[in-house]
């Protein structure tokens, strides 16, 4: 949903400053300017002077709704494909808006708060235009609500910060970014891991035509192994395990540092952030979408998008997803099928509101690409072009996934609402391929082992809690209270063939071994259970906004050998607290504060350790923040300063002990919305000064982590043509700095950059609103190593890719 609405209460910064971009986020002193503490309503007889230039409608009326001081909010499916000859002159707002309609068959609906939204005209039997009944869900403050879309509709002015609920960015102790359903799709991103291109603080450590996606988020590893690691509608266990299509995703949201309060652990003990997938759900109004793409070099799909609400107040509603993509990829010998299916239902009475998720998912690969390990003493050769791939022709790739997640939440009054979810997911990958191929030499020969490899994966969730509003003198609390349990289930074989040799140059065909096929066995079995507090205090209008909270988590685990037996058990608790601050000296400005604690499983040494056997408990990570978020209006930059500690465990002198510890500081600056009239910016650097502050090995001490650069930067723009309505032109720069891939720091990856460019055309074709959209990935055909794993392995970059779209709405 698009929303524009005037400054929360009695202050507003002078829009002149927006255009001094960077600069400003230090210095955010401004002139107090009054307006009134409720939305303004459209006025028939105070004129202002607009001059708002020509573009499409939505974004024209976001600005009108702004300069007006209206609360206005409206599904971006109803402006899809309009555009607007702009407004310049002195008008009323009853005029403006009128004008801004005029011809576009929509009418500005006033709604029972104060603020507006779009409906679509209804004619009488004269062919008048009367306005048609319409019911519409304001963004209420309900924790199931979507918080609104920042200018430029990139963002989302907030997000979901698991305990605490959606939460607006101004008043999150955290650096979080919340990237749209507009932004995915202009984007053309097939996967997650394409839309957090995007976020500097973000980079993927998944190859480029591989099986799974990874990250690192401030330096540290999350979705390594995969297992549910990434949260869907704020619980563990659902997303798909190697891999999340935007197709089901209305949004994705990135909480920047550990969360073991706000969400819980997380199943594969990532430190560096949470990535929360918001599901596509029913919508205001119907929707029936399908989009045609070709990607290089003859991947073809379709994707449909339905939604409908039907009852008397149009409390159901059914959302369903269904795409297929498969062809020939833009890296030789490969080819690609996906097929995706998701369904939502859901039910928003005046109390209850109800949803049921089901998505289902396949995709094949022919030759998928894999990560190299480099052998010791080697220098690390150039790149070879993105499009060459060492995989063995007859090599393949399966991976099936399934997920359900039902969901409630019920207001037992207007202070305590309680609610609860049940889910959970399976996965099941198959794959004959090699290993990881080893670089051999400068000359860039490899070596690796094919092998016949089956996963499988069951995970389970279930949680419940409530939250309660209520005060104390002048103080405003918001407590919430959750109850959760984890649990899931790997079953796994490998059986190995000979090593085959081959080059990263030129690639040779090698006859495809004679591999049985294994039945998979189970490996481990890990619950992860809890229970959590939190409450937020407000004063001063909530200029003052003070969390605490903490997190009783337990976690058993058991490992089986091939017989069936366990070999290891473990069962630890451990208790991680919160503490977050939020002053908003301006109502533009947010200084924040917040120290909060990550949680691993500890290790188990090792049969090759003295104390072979021995459970350690879990390892804690402590993070402590700093930063200011300075809101001009129709753009945000924020500037934080982070530390992040996390030990670790290693083997020394035949004792496995926990004495390593890794410590990264760093500075993110990021920027997003409309930093003119129909430019838009989204982008930041983040500078990182990352150390092995503690090792067994006494020479790596001090040394850069693995997988770790100083220096990672991001910047996307966007610029509607003013003398061209509906073509928007695209453009967008990766930087990541060097990285080493051993601790010792004798190899590295050099820094790379990586140019994207694009454009889209937004019209109406037979009156139904059309968009074509273009994008050129590494236009330049840039030869680089994309980014490094925790445990050494790097990957090829992307190579000079085109992605064409078009969108109808029916």
Known sequence: MLVARPLRSDRSLKLAIRSALLSLALTAATSPVALAAVPAQLDATATRSYNIAPGPLGTILSKFAVEAGIALSFQPSLTDGLTSAGLSGSYTTQEAASKLLAGSGLDMVARGDGSYTLAAQATDGSGGLVLGETTISATDGRNSALPAVYPGGQVARGGRLGLLGNTNVMDAPFSVSNYTSTLIKDQQAVTVADVLERDSSVRSTGQTGGVVDSFFIRGFPVGEGNLGELAFDGVYGVAPNYRVFTEYAERIEVIKGPGALLYGMSPNSGVGGVINVVPKRSLDEDLTRFTASYAMNAQFGGHVDLSRRFGE????????????????????????????????????????????????????????SRPFLI?????????????????QEWGWAETRDKSALLSGEYDVNDALTVFAHAGGGKSDVSRMSDQTPTILNSAGDTSSVPGYYKFEVERYTVDAGARLRFDTGPVSH?????????????????????????????????????????????????????VALADTLSVLDERVQVTVGVRKQNIQSDNYNTAGYVTTSYDESETTPMFGVVVKPWDHVSLYYNYIEGLSKGDIAPATASNSGEIFAPYISRQQEVGVKVDYGTFTSTLSLFQ???????????????????????????????VAEGTR??????????????????????????GVPEVQANLWAEWDLPWYLGLTLTSGAIYTGRQYVNQANTQELDPWTRFDVGARYATRIAERPTTFRATVQNVFDREYWSGVASYGAFSQGSPRTLQLSATVDF
């Open 313 to 368: 107040n149009r409390e159901f509603g059914v959302r369903i997803n269904g795409s297929t993509q498969g062809g020939d990829t833009a890296i030789d010998e490969q080819s690609r099928d996906v097929n995706i299916g998701s369904i939502s239902f859901d039910y928003q009475g005046e109390r209850l509101r109800t949803s049921l998720d089901l998505i289902s998912q396949k995709e094949e690969f022919d030759a998928p």
């Open 375 to 391: 052998a010791s003493g080697v220098d690390i050769p150039s790149a070879a072009n993105g499009r060459t791939n060492v995989t």
């Open 478 to 530: 918001t407590t919430s209270l959750q109850v959760t349990r984890y649990r899931d289930e790997l079953s796994r074989a490998i059986i190995n063939g000979a090593p085959i040799l081959s080059n990263i140059y030129h690639p040779i065909d090698r006859p495809k071994p004679n591999i049985a096929t294994p039945d998979p066995l189970k490996v481990s079995e890990t619950e992860l259970s809890g």
């Open 644 to 674: 992040i500690k996390k030990p670790s465990g290693e083997l020394a002198n035949g004792v496995f002990s926990v004495q390593g510890e890794q410590r990264n500081r760093g500075v993110e600056l990021n920027v997003f919305g409309e």
């Open 681 to 706: 910016l989204l982008g930041g650097v983040t500078l990182l000064d990352a150390d092995l502050t503690d090792t067994s090995v006494a020479a790596n001490r001090g040394n850069k982590p693995v």
